[in-house]
Nanobody, 123 residues
Framework: QVQLVESGGGSVQPGGSLRLSCAAS????????MSWYRQAPGKERELVAT???????NYADSVKARFTISRENAKKTIYLQMNSLKPEDTAVYYC?????????????????WGQGTQVTVSS
């Protein structure tokens, strides 16, 4: 199977920085689009940033110029560098990936989610 494991969350003061990581493992043949989502208490999950296998990125307006998504294909890992953090960035951050994998004697393509990592921005 496939697993996505996030790390790097924590608590930081407004204006601070954090770097999230998401490592994929399992019988992976290829990783296509990978994304970061977040969900604040009482709100719906929202897309934060995406990156294609070729490195094309896209960001939510609320994080443009503050967050940077990147990936290391050889390590099957994506990152989210978050700068100038605001209290409204407080949320559980989830990694998402479009994965082609080999669960047995066949190929399958599915979307996978990580377990989430908490980011809290507070003074």
């Amino acid at each position: 199977q496939v697993q996505l494991v996030e790390s790097g969350g924590g608590s930081v003061q407004p204006g601070g920085s954090l770097r999230l990581s998401c490592a994929a493992s399992g019988s992976i043949l290829s990783l296509s689009v990978m994304s970061w989502y977040r969900q604040a208490p009482g709100k719906e999950r929202e897309l934060v940033a995406t990156i294609t296998s070729g490195g094309i990125t896209n960001y939510a307006d609320s994080v443009k110029a503050r967050f940077t998504i990147s990936r290391e294909n050889a390590k099957k890992t994506i990152y989210l560098q978050m700068n100038s953090l605001k209290p409204e960035d407080t949320a559980v951050y989830y990694c998402n990936a479009d994965v082609l994998y080999n669960p047995g004697s066949y190929y399958r393509r599915d979307e996978f989610w990580g377990q989430g990592t908490q980011v809290t921005v507070s003074s």
